[in-house]
């Protein structure tokens, strides 16, 4: 009878998503006991069009923008013409943010750091990162980064939801929605946030959103807190078996509901108190540090042992990849430096540089690093000119949305340099990469066409990337 | 999605002629070669147009700009002309589907040739619509207008067998689609749950004893007429009606984006409660939420009513560009008006013109001219200078709130601010905006309504927002009432007739009962838009009064209840799950309206997304009677919506929503095992339990009665007694800690009360609350 309800629960769910891709493209968190057979088969049946190189993605998201230029993309021409107005010739009237665009002056900011050559692709690295810099063979750099916003929640929105306005599906959604997840006691989009002492910019639940598609595709945000998920933990005064003697009565209880009117919706309620209690036991154990050892610690560095600090998100965004979660995102605040850049900055990279070095070598000495895809990155650049007043040393960024710097490792993509910009660092001069562009590049790295992965809604067919966006080949291995 | 065809075949003024054989199941359908069963009349607009849509429309529709091949298929003409780049040959010959090079395409199995051409993604169309378009073709191919395009006549109501069962007209129409199924409806639902139905369907809140008592023993032939009577007058029946109303609104108690400050809409929310409770009537609920301000002689009510268009984001993040700003705040409201109030997916034609429907790009730009001579501006200044409301602002005396507006709840002494409409002096002049951007003015536009649904005469209707009202309530007007009507229904039944309850436009869904749908919108505008009677209409029905047990034979015949052969089980929306646990338990505060409140939360969710500006930076808990307050008071703050609610899929507000999903998850079970809210209930209602002479058995039964809303049955009394027993020994034994257990919310402990039994039966009445039928109303 149980089973009966199932079968029909099933159909109900596929019949009720109007579906864009046939009946594939339904994992995550509640689906999988809802199939009969093998769940991760029944979830991919027809999806993947070509044989996927990633199969999770971690995703560092550095939330209010590097800046590119103190980090990744050295322009000695600044440092020459430090002072200097930007040439008219170069900004080309594009827009500014209103925090600058009443300047007078745009007078060019040089780097007051030091960079230098890393790695086969001799890529320029600040002495700000060097932890990344000794991982930078297994980096793809991108300096060709662009996007469309000028401020932080439209270029957020954008970069998480391929679309700066709207309540659109988050990343992590799409891909639990068509990849579903690989393991039925977690969720399959999971949310890790920090904060560093820098000018800080807010985060939002939409940019975890599922939009349009089912709720259990919803990013789950995990807190540093008593509870690592929102209400996951008994009270004090139940333990485990005080809370299977109660989920044992409610059984019998619901199962009898269930005869009498026959409605599937209960049989799945039923399945779903079994299924949080399992996670009441999944999570804690993900979350348990205290048995990561010496050498782990170590590489993460002691912040790795405060709960709620990047360290510590990076090091449990390992264990939740390594659990099969398909999604894990990341955010660390505080990267919006309008203003004494350079003692901002220090802070920061000190919250992320060992950390997010640490675990490229942590995939790696585990072999996941093949079919993990690591990403490291803001909503956007910052400005080569200096917002407010310039000094021989001090200097701040406004918002620069026309070029900036991402990195990616692991999950098939191509290690080295991609893209130039010019010398003043302000344009692209060659092998630009979209935001779409950039999508349709990750899907297609997680074997998924970036034009096939749609969800109807509403009369018209979404998808990550809207209705543009390329693969970028050359940053694929 | 061959099964969905299926479905859609057998609209009941369609299917006559059609073969009963395609009309069955699922099943069979499958099984058929469609192409030979297909007889009698093909529809353009229920069996057509939807494949067109769907598969051909992207490249050959409306949006002249992607148009491939100079190729328009959605007009008759077009279709019909000679095709410019193959010379001789008609992309639809009347009569002729074999020459037609439409048909050719369709059919070819060359990808060169084929369409929908592969790399459209589309995928290439099922036999039976193959089948579908060669008999249409065959009968001459003829077009016909958008169904809900076309004003909706009073159909008379059909002939029908099953006479006995009806009560009202609605069940005509019902019964006789459920006929031409084989289906039979269900009898009526048994007293308690019919009541605990209507009274969250009517108020969002449990009926408790006295009321069950009440129906119960009335045994008067017109008992639940008296029941329906009792709740619709009830003030809680305003804020049921309100909480969908502020989906569509958008409703939140912050400006969103980057820093996310406090704003003070709130009386705007009140002013809906009132006006729901109050019965105004639905076209002067528009009218005045539309153009309030610019009535003759507007009161202030009138004008407060206008917040509805100003409830969406604002933005504090310094460096915006406020022009971009500016235009994204009017494009929201076109977006709210058009969905929400006219059920269209009019945003589309934002950046191009509209893919599917006859919505050009300048009709968007002249629907959004009426919004664009509003006074705001796209930025007032970052958060340093952040105020409770935005310009123009309307603002509410001591005297106002006491007298004219008394049904704003403010018990502060201070002047209130209200964000709301007003024009500008010297009127902004509204152009096309290419791609959508709003720095690439083109052609200058005027205001206007969407022409494809209604023309816009500008002989009796001024060109501005009171023009809009007008024209949006006219009686001639084909979507206001059919899209009003379709959002209760879907607030009553599940689902609404039209089960896209946003997109009445070609890609929409069809109706489930095309007949009713305009039966009943006609009907309620016949008789002055009447809210109160239409939801009466509904709820007296026999199909509404249905039970919901459901037979292996109807969920084969018809697993998504479409034709309703028994009354819809529906898990109660995320504020009444909260309003259900509180009333039950006696806790909850029946205050309407005020400033919202912060319940308890889960710790550091605010904290960890904040910019740690403005003072929404930190959550500042309330305590005492806002701790118990309705669902739909608590708090909304855009970038962190209540968890809880979100869980059990509450709008985030992020834009305007006509309906939400439903789902079913372990958070939710993990909320009402382990939400305090829920613990604490059980505590206060098992101690208010205890402190009465009464035995173990009829404790746990009071419990059960308040929070299930029936009396349980003698298994589950057994169940739950021998939990009692089990949990009673487990804390004499201290296996439990009863101090521990009992130890949760700020509501005082009765410490006089035995722990151990108090600690035993607040268990026993929390796995009640995490009974399936606890969130359900069945």
Known sequence: ?477 | MIFHDCIRLKWPWIAIGLSAAIIIASVACRQKNASGKLAGNISYNFHIRPILSDKCFVCHGPDANKRAAHLRLDIQEAAYAPLTETKGAFAIVPGKPEESEMYKRIISTDPTYQMPAPESHLGLLSEQEIARIKKWIQQGAKYERHWAFNKPGKPALPAIEEKEWVKNELDYFIVQSMEEKGLTPNEEADKERLLKRLSFDLTGLPPGIPLMDEYLNDASSNAYEKMVDKLLASPTYGEKMALHWLDVARYADSYGYQDDNIRSQWAWRDWVIHAFNKNLSYDQFLTWQIAGDMLPNATKEQMLATGFFRNHKYTEEGGVIPEEYRVEYILDKTKTYGKGIMGITIECAQCHDHKYDPFSQKDYYQLYAFFNTSKELGFEGDISQSKLAKKPVLEISKEEKEQLLNFINHKDTGRLYVSVMGELDTLRKTYVLKRGAYDAPSDLVSASAVKAIMPYDTTTLPRNRLGLAQWTVSRNNPLTARVFVNQLWQEFFGKGIVKTTGDFGMQGELPSHPELLDWLAVDFMEHNWDIKRLVKQMVMSATYRQSTKVTKEKLGIDPENIYLSHGPRNRLPAEFVRDMVLASSGLLIKTIGGPSVKPYQPKGLWEAATSGRGVLATYQQDHGEQLYRRGMYTFIKLTVPPPSMLMFDASNRDQCEVKRLKTNTPLQALIMMNDPTTLEASRVLAQELEAQQMAVKEKIATAFRRIICRKATDKEMQVLQSYYDEQLTLFKNKQLDAAKTLKVGEYPLNEKLDANASAALMKTVNTIYNLEEAIFRS
Request: glycine residues 10%.
């Open chain 1, 1 to 477: 009878m149980l089973e009966h309800g199932l079968t029909y629960n099933r159909r109900r769910f596929l019949s009720r998503l109007s579906l864009g891709i046939g009946s594939a493209a339904l994992g995550s968190l509640l689906i999988p006991d809802l199939f009969s057979g093998d769940p991760a088969e029944a979830v991919l049946a027809g999806l993947p069009k070509f044989a996927p190189k990633a199969k999770r993605v971690i995703y560092l998201f550095q939330n209010g923008a590097p800046s590119q230029l103190d980090l990744f993309d050295y322009k000695p021409l600044l440092q020459k013409m430090h002072g200097q107005d930007l040439p008219a010739s170069i900004r080309m009237g594009q827009r500014l943010t209103g925090m600058t665009s009443g300047q007078e002056h745009f007078p060019l900011a040089g780097s007051v750091f030091k960079f230098g050559e890393y790695g086969h692709a001799r890529a320029q690295i600040s002495e700000l990162l060097p932890h990344t810099a000794s991982v930078v063979d297994d980096l793809c750099i991108i300096k060709t980064l662009y996007t469309e916003a000028i401020n932080h929640d439209p270029a957020l929105t954008f970069f998480q939801t391929g679309a700066q306005v709207g309540n659109r599906p988050s990343m992590g959604a799409w891909l639990s929605y068509g990849l579903g997840s690989e393991n039925k006691n977690l969720p399959a989009f999971c949310v890790l946030l920090s904060k560093g002492k820098g000018n800080g910019q807010g985060v939002y639940g939409k940019l975890w959103t599922n939009g349009f598609l089912d709720s259990m595709h919803q990013g789950v945000q995990f807190s540093s807190g008593e509870n690592p998920v929102l209400y996951l933990n008994n009270p004090e005064s139940i333990d485990k078996a005080d809370r299977r003697r109660m989920l044992d009565k409610l059984a019998v209880l619901n199962e009898d509901s269930y005869q009498e009117f026959g409605d599937p919706e209960i049989s799945a309620r039923i399945q779903q108190y079994e299924m949080a209690f399992r996670m009441q036991t999944a999570v804690p154990e993900i979350t348990d540090m205290s048995k990561e050892p010496e050498s782990i610690i170590k590489l993460y560095g002691p912040d790795c042992l405060v709960p709620g600090t990047y360290a510590a998100n990076c090091l449990l965004a390992r264990k939740l990849s390594e659990s099969g979660v398909r999604f894990v995102q990341l955010y660390h605040q505080g990267w919006d430096a309008h203003d004494n850049l350079p003692g901002q900055i220090k802070g920061q990279c000190k919250d992320v540089d060992q950390a997010s070095a640490a675990l490229i070598t942590d995939l790696k000495q585990r072999g996941l690093l093949d079919e993990t895809l690591v990403i490291w990155g803001g909503e956007f650049g910052r400005t080569n000119y200096c917002q407010g007043t310039l000094t021989k040393d001090n200097y701040g960024r406004d918002h620069h949305p026309r070029c900036f710097t991402v990195w990616m490792a692991g999950g098939g993509v191509k290690p080295g340099v991609y893209g130039e910009t010019d010398e003043f660092g302000y344009n692209i001069a060659s092998n630009p990469v979209h935001v779409h562009d950039f999508h349709a590049t990750i899907l297609n790295l997680m074997g998924l066409d970036h034009e096939q992965l749609v969800f109807k809604h509403l009369g018209r067919r979404y998808r990550l990337t809207d209705v543009a966006g390329n693969v970028v080949k050359d940053l694929i291995a």
